[in-house]
């Protein structure tokens, strides 16, 4: 889907996922101790993915956790227009 939505990168449906998997809220930083990622790349997709829905952001610090919407993506619920 990554190739039909401009804003959606490769890296995106990982870190959704890996946040869904661990089911609470989790910096970029510890992120990136579990996926092949960087923790700036994970930062930027963070904020992007917040901004378009997928994420949560916490109030207080750099945490992200994952939306219903979120979990609907990862299940491959949604469409281009969803997006």
């Known amino acids: 889907m990554h190739r039909r939505v401009e ?7 990982v870190i959704v996922a890996e946040l ?12 990136a101790l579990n996926i092949s ?10 904020q992007v993915l917040a901004k378009h829905g997928l ?8 945490g992200y956790r ?5 979990h609907q993506f990862l ?3 949604l469409n281009e227009d969803d997006l």
């Open 7 to 13: 804003w959606l990168k490769p890296s995106d449906r």
């Open 20 to 31: 869904a998997e661990y089911g609470g809220w989790m910096k970029p930083s510890s992120l």
């Open 37 to 46: 990622y960087t923790r700036r790349h994970i930062a930027r997709r963070c």
């Open 55 to 62: 994420l949560e952001r916490h109030d207080e610090t750099a």
């Open 66 to 70: 994952v939306t219903e919407h979120g």
């Open 75 to 77: 299940q491959d619920k």
